[in-house]
Nanobody
Framework: VQLVESGGGLVQPGGSLRLSCATS????????IGWFRQAPGKEREGVLC???????YYADSVKGRFTIYGENGQNMVYLQMNSLKPEDTGVYYC????????????????WGQGTQVTVSS
């Protein structure tokens, strides 16, 4: 199983970014996909998780602003982030695990390397 994130960067408050996660080595229908983030000095938190039998789960802080979608044919999963706020700053990780129903980092087995998102003016 491999997960490779891309698309992070610096964006002004109110702006948008789309993160990409290239997946390989597993069948997406059998796995839960999650996006997590970790800010400096804070624990890793679940942002958005989804699978065929779960969710989508959205953290309260991102409801109405973040969405997840995929392109099965290209094994890509995207995190669309709109109306970004400074508190959205952190390293964002794509993760996967066989069908689970919790958006909790300790439950996920496979992780990408992370991509930095900085929201600042």
């Amino acid at each position: 199983v491999q997960l490779v994130e891309s698309g992070g960067g610096l964006v002004q408050p109110g702006g948008s970014l789309r993160l990409s996660c290239a997946t390989s080595g597993f069948t997406r229908d059998s796995y839960t996909i999650g996006w997590f983030r970790q800010a400096p000095g804070k624990e890793r938190e679940g942002v958005l998780c989804i699978s065929s039998n779960y969710g989508p789960y959205y953290a309260d802080s991102v409801k109405g602003r973040f969405t997840i979608y995929g392109e099965n044919g290209q094994n890509m999963v995207y995190l669309q982030m709109n109306s970004l706020k400074p508190e959205d700053t952190g390293v964002y990780y794509c993760a996967a695990s066989r069908l689970i129903i919790e958006c909790v980092s300790s439950r996920f087995r496979y992780w990408g390397q992370g991509t930095q998102v900085t929201v600042s003016s």
